[in-house]
């Protein structure tokens, strides 16, 4: 009983985002209904994904800014294999995922062998990732339209009654990042080099190596997250993709994972992605006016982490 | 080979062939990575080409990034190019900067939207709210004069987005009564974003009517929307082009789109700076036009030519 | 009169009671030893009178007042000066920064009359620091000083001392017992928080015993033996005599240094380990003990020399290549290069043998990990709720422990050994050397670099001597006196 | 000799940015000469008033993310002082001024009273303010023709030739951030708070009241910026200020302050801003087709920040 109340205080902002669900639910009639419901979980994905890869990062103490960018190359890049190319859907697929793994290994490269600060390094590639989007697509967007196949692993319903597989997706990939980061040896050492990475390395663990592994590990689920959105929009769109990092780092945070790293949790990450979409959906199902939006936002974003923080306070101490 | 001349008023097609040296044109436009923005610049490409003139086309992020367009212009005035091209992201804001181009003598011609100086030789420009009460009225006759419409507007600040929106709410409010307009959203011209607003209008809004989205973005987002939400039965108005919105028109999904002519801007603005350069009289604003195109005359060529993928 | 009287005090932690029904007095002009086992609780009482905690009952009176303390800053404003267990410095901040941070005087700064008051207090207690240096830079004594000197510079009428010399040697421990003699006036006093009995026997003129949280008894130190007080601290009697036996002269060479500089500091150091054999380095504050030990874990860039293993050359570019070969290095900054504060206890002390013998397919065997860690809570005495506690809501010695732990979970055939017991208790310390002699008896070989001479000569076969960075001597533990490592300690460098 | 070598060497990018200067001098004919060098001073003059201001934040391990959007509220401010209620420009410079301070009060108030981490609460701040400038301007620019004088703050010619005051005025505020970083103790607090923020609360000093007092600060320099940039614009634009704390961030972080706290310079932030401008400047100059200036500068700035480091690390260890 208690353990159970222990273990979800520790996710920062869990019971905010209780709080926030049930308020819409109480102040719009159409909030609380299966089909809004699951396009507040369809709007989380992409930055969702972007979130589990970068938590991992953050939680070493790093931040990775080329994770929006990123993941538009990887939309390109998945466009030039499958519709260019001609390669098989899942080849394609594979093939951008670990494209995506490339630009995080890069990444790992210049952060951990050449010791440049994540932060330099990350936006480096941002701004690098942003260029090589037109130029490999000449500017234009890559059309998905006759790969069926292709879109429907965002749109499609494997699962029927109108539940899109992109939340499945999600749902796996969550799994996926709680796992390795509980339970193998990787995330281990993620924590370790956050709380003290120069004790981790004194302890005989080869820390570049790892910290290497650790953003090549993120940048798979940029490449995710590269065909999820090339998947709902049916096309690879080469222009987007700035903004996605803040909002997915801020996603992070919100979930409790501390930006000087240590401390985190896949399942807050995922709390954190949950309450910027919820939020975004809820307001406008309000129509509330658009200006208004971000004022409120901001302030509710303030509360709510504030309101968890005191709570967690107040329990423990 | 492109025949479509440019549309409206009187163009001077000007004469300089390219001789020896060739002029040198920097373009600095509203955009650079959106679908309109490369048309145009592509237009203008295709044109300095055949008449033998060099170019370069820059332009900022987004709409808002008004600052980084000013510097992007004094970088292009310090190149000494022989003539400028320019779409004022704020009409007032670069009024100082056209004086430098003067006192530098360098000639400049405004394109897309105006510039509030004297100093541009010409105007290659469409109105964006014309178009806009174009689309209107369109969306007025399709939902036959009543029911709710949502707007999925770029953003609230830049000019094109607020003159999209301006013109048809102006046209909705003094030519039809019955049509309730819901507050405007503003997606970013972001597809995903887009789409996630239209989805939470048609939660909150089920007997929706129709959709206007006011740029290629919007619009597609629109379509993402009601497609995802599976609701039938909604009218969806869009603005520009592109392969996915052309798509759209074609299956019955977009019930149409206004379209302006970037391409022919483009190649007016080359047009025009070259004639600037040989000195040659121009009237003060050139109109390049818009179109409302839908299912029936998609493929009309006189509408295919300024349609872009 | 009683300068301090603590009464009744408690306080608890989430699982622990830190302190229960406590109570003490200090005595105007006196110096008060205080001692306990690691985790009794001192650290918590002296945390409670800076204000840091607050208490759960009891009363403070700080000269004849009622003393609530809200804040660091309220407790000097009434002249309590503490320096913590755990350092409180600035490291991207100078010595002279440092020093007076708080008391700079005036919105305006200026560097070079900072610089000066600093010297000038430098020189006042005799302290081995410069005003400019940074203190990130500086080894744990000297950091220590810096803490030394930060606290005698305030104005105190009390001054709390939580086991100041941990980190310092011999030497180093007279010229701070010199400058608390002259600190203390008939209306000062002092909280002297030590492990080591022979110095509070010198300096301390009571001494106050407490045990899981609780007050025992309080000794003039002129009217009882040390194994009296220690006898009240652990509740029995402690057997002594750990000795390792018999000289290894015989045994395999494992590791042999030879010539080995850095650019900084070593110059040409050279020795050999043998096979079950624990060789000490002892030397002066800033010998190059601990860089000799970096330079070998491949922690740091060297600038020649060759380690051999086994007779055979290898390159050691870092920790991991280090641990490849079994080597395996205890810092003497826990804090700094040992801990994950962050991490459970059972997470610190499953972190080097992670990849060895915690996982399978890449997959951690948290219970297997958790369950050693129960096995060395037990035999270490680690005093702590569960191996599941945070590993920095431990006491400073039981955190000592758990990195002491960490390197004994780990199968190392090298164990370098950089001050292991600082901030260990008598009993426990005890404990920690019968079990460095059962790894030599089973045939492992220990560097331990320590500042307490007597450890030293207790536990090595034979010693290295270091002195500004080069080897002035080795010695065979057997009839090594403290005069000889002394001697060869102290010897200067020639003047080229 | 060596005590100035060991003072350049301390700005991380130093070399960098004469090696990136030189190089655009000889590469291009157009790019060393009077007007341009003070374009690209000019082009300098937001992004560095606002990585000015964020320099001390980040010193305490603290992010600004709310400079951007507050630039843009504190501008509309001003047109609202000066353009809607008629306040003389000099009046309505300072209450802007004063104005940027209230927000940088209550990102302070909201870090260190409230314990919010720095990057959810200015990450609330800069939803709040983007909010709030479009509500107040009601999503319209607010127009300075009128005002010459508050125009002339940007771009008269206070020195004559061809000089514009903004110049002057980023050298005025970068000479006083100089003096309060490295002359008062707001500076010592700042280096001691970001370096180990508990042993400065031990040390007798309040660190809640000072890191108000250096979060307020920041915000001045923000209000500044939003002054400078509404009359350079001649107008307020509500709609900007996104992506201008990313700017801001990067040239505080390329110009060798520590995100971890504790390290930084102010003259290291200069460079860091001055950077990004030659190099915007240069590749523009040098006519480099767009696509590819992102790649360029990306790639630039991993090796001047590189380089620098392997420089600083030879001579150090
Ligand atoms: N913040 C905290 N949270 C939980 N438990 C704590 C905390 N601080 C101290 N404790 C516990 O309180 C007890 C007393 O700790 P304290 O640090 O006072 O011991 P100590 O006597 O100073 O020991 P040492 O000699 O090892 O320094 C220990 O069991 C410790 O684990
Ligand atoms: N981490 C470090 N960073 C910078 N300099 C260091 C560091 N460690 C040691 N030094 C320098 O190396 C010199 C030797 O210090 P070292 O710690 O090796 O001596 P030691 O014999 O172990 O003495 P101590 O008892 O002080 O630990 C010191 O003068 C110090 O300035
Ligand atoms: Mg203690
Ligand atoms: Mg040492």
């Known amino acids: 009983m208690s353990a159970v109340r222990d273990r979800l205080q520790q996710f920062l902002a869990f019971g905010s985002l209780i709080a926030i669900f049930l308020f819409f639910s109480i102040a719009s009639s159409s909030f609380l209904n299966y089909s809004n419901v699951t396009s507040i979980l369809f709007s989380t994905v992409v930055i969702g994904l972007l979130a589990l890869g970068t938590t991992f990062v953050i939680i070493t103490s790093g931040i990775d800014l080329s994770i929006g960018t990123g993941m538009t190359l990887c939309a390109v890049m998945s466009g030039v294999l499958i519709v260019n190319t001609g390669l098989p859907v899942w080849l394609g697929v594979l093939g951008t995922i670990l494209f995506g793994g490339l630009i995080g290994f890069v990444n790992g490269f210049n952060v951990s062998f050449l010791g440049i600060p994540p932060f330099i390094a990350t936006l480096a590639m941002m701004l690098v990732a942003q260029g090589l989007a037109l130029v490999i697509s000449d500017s234009t967007p890559i059309y998905f339209n006759d790969e069926p196949g292709y879109i429907a692993i965002s749109t499609g319903h494997l699962l029927g009654v109108d539940f899109p597989n992109a939340v499945l997706v999600l749902a796996v990939a969550t799994v996926i990042a709680a796992v390795v980061l509980n339970r193998t040896i990787l995330g281990r050492y993620t924590y370790s080099i956050g709380s003290n990475e120069e004790a981790t390395a004194l302890s005989g663990i080869s820390v570049r190596k790892w910290k290497l592994a650790i953003y090549t590990l993120a940048g798979l689920f940029t490449g995710l997250a590269g065909v999820m959105i090339s998947a709902r929009l049916a096309s690879a769109q080469p222009g987007t993709g700035i903004g996605y990092e803040l909002q997915a780092i801020a996603a992070v945070v919100i979930g409790g994972t501390s930006l000087a790293g240590g401390k985190g949790s896949i399942v807050g990450t995922l709390i954190g992605a949950l309450i910027i979409s919820v939020l975004n959906n809820g307001l406008q199902i309000m129509s509330i006016p658009q200006e208004w939006q971000n004022v409120i936002l901001g302030a509710v974003i303030l509360v709510a982490v504030y309101a968890d923080m005191a709570r967690k306070r107040s329990s423990t101490v | ?309 | 009169m009683n300068l301090l009287e603590v009464k009744g005090v408690s306080k608890a932690f989430p699982g622990v009671k830190a302190l229960e029904d406590m109570h003490l007095d200090v005595r105007a002009g006196e110096v008060l030893g205080l001692v306990g086992e690691n985790g009794a609780g001192k650290s918590t009482l002296m945390k409670l009178l800076s204000g840091i905690y607050e208490v759960d009952a009891g009363v403070f009176t700080f000269a004849g007042e009622r003393y609530e303390p809200t804040s660091a800053k309220h407790a000097l404003e009434l002249g309590i000066s503490i320096i913590h267990q755990e350092f409180n410095l600035m490291p991207d901040l100078t010595v002279a920064q440092n020093l007076f941070i708080g008391r700079e005087g005036g919105f305006f700064t200026s560097e070079r009359a900072l610089n000066a008051r600093a010297q000038a207090l430098i020189e006042r207690l005799h302290l081995p620091l410069e005003p400019k240096q940074l203190v990130g830079d500086l080894t744990v004594a000297k950091q220590q000083m810096v803490e030394i000197g930060k606290a005698l510079s305030y104005d105190a009428r009390l001054l709390i001392m939580d086991e100041p010399t941990a980190a310092l040697n011999d030497a180093e421990v007279e010229v701070l017992h010199d400058l608390i003699r002259r600190f203390v006036t008939p209306g000062t006093g002092v909280i002297y928080i030590s492990h080591r009995m022979d110095e509070l026997r010198r300096i301390a003129d009571r001494i106050t015993v407490i045990r899981d949280g609780r007050y025992v008894g309080t000794r003039e130190t002129a009217e009882t033996t040390m194994r009296d007080v220690i006898a009240m601290m652990v509740g029995r009697e402690l057997d002594m005599d750990a000795q390792p036996v018999g000289v290894r002269e015989d045994r395999e060479v494992v590791l042999s240094v030879e010539g080995l500089s850095t650019k900084d500091l070593l110059r040409d150091v050279s020795f050999e380990l043998r096979k079950g054999e624990i060789l000490g380095f002892a030397g002066l504050m800033g010998a190059g003990r601990t860089e000799v030990a970096r330079a070998v874990v491949g922690a740091d860039r060297t600038d020649g020399g060759t380690i051999r293993l086994h007779g055979r050359e290898v390159k050691i570019a870092n920790p991991a290549d280090a641990a490849r070969h079994r080597i395996g290095y205890l810092s003497e900054d826990r804090k700094r290069y040992g801990l994950l504060l962050e991490q459970e206890v059972g997470a610190n002390v499953g972190l080097s043998a992670l990849a060895e013998r915690f996982q399978s397919w890449g997959f951690v065997k948290d219970k297997a990990m958790r369950a050693t860690a129960r096995e060395y809570v037990d035999t270490l005495r680690i005093k702590t709720p569960s191996v599941k506690q945070t590993a920095k809501n431990l006491s400073g010695g039981n955190q000592q422990k758990v990195v002491i732990a960490k390197w004994l979970v780990k199968d190392c055939d090298i164990l370098i050994f950089d001050e292991p017991t600082r901030g260990i208790d008598v009993g426990a310390k005890e404990e920690i050397y019968r079990l460095l002699n059962q790894l030599a008896e089973s045939g492992k070989s220990i560097v331990m670099i320590s500042s307490e001479l007597p450890e030293i000569l207790r536990m090595s076969h034979r010693i290295v001597v270091m002195s500004e960075g080069r080897v002035t001597g080795t010695l065979d533990a057997s009839d090594a006196t403290q005069e000889q490592v002394m001697h060869l300690a102290t010897q200067r460098r020639v003047a080229a």
């Open chain 2, 1 to 309: 080979d492109d025949g479509g001349e440019t549309t409206g008023g009187a163009s001077a097609g000007g004469g300089g062939g390219g001789g020896g040296e060739q002029p040198y044109i920097a373009i600095v436009s509203k955009g650079f990575q959106h679908q309109f923005w490369q048309a145009v610049k592509q237009g203008a490409e295709d044109e300095a080409k055949a008449k033998g003139a060099k170019i370069t086309f820059e332009g900022p992020p987004t709409e808002q990034d008004i600052e980084q367009q000013v510097t992007m212009l004094t970088n292009a005035i310090q190149k000494k190019p022989a003539a400028i091209g320019f779409a004022a992201l704020d009409s007032k804001a670069s009024a100082p900067l056209m004086e430098q181009a003067k006192s530098a003598n360098i000639p400049v011609i405004a394109f897309d939207s105006g510039v509030e100086s004297d100093v541009p030789v010409t105007t290659a420009a469409t109105d964006n709210k014309a178009a806009a009460a174009e689309a209107a009225k369109h969306m007025s006759e399709l939902i036959g004069g009543k029911g709710k419409v949502a707007l999925v507007v770029h953003d609230q600040t830049s000019r094109t987005g607020i003159e999209r929106r301006d013109g048809f709410v102006e046209w909705m409010k003094a030519n039809a009564p019955d049509v309730e307009l819901l507050p405007v959203q503003y997606g970013a011209g972001d597809q995903a974003k887009s789409a996630d607003i239209a989805k939470s209008i048609i939660q909150a809004n089920p007997d929706l009517k129709g959709f206007y989205g006011a740029n290629e973005g919007s619009a597609i987002g629109v379509v993402k929307g009601v497609e995802e939400s599976g609701k039938k039965g909604i009218t969806i108005v869009g603005f520009d082009s592109g392969k996915a919105q052309m798509d759209a028109i074609r299956s019955g999904v977009m019930a149409g789109a206004i379209t302006q002519n970037p391409v022919g801007m483009g190649k007016q603005l080359v047009d025009s700076a070259l004639a600037a350069i040989n000195g040659e009289q121009q009237p003060k604003v050139i109109d390049t036009g818009f179109y409302w195109y839908d299912k029936t005359n998609i493929d009309d060529p006189k509408i295919a030519a300024v349609l872009y993928e």
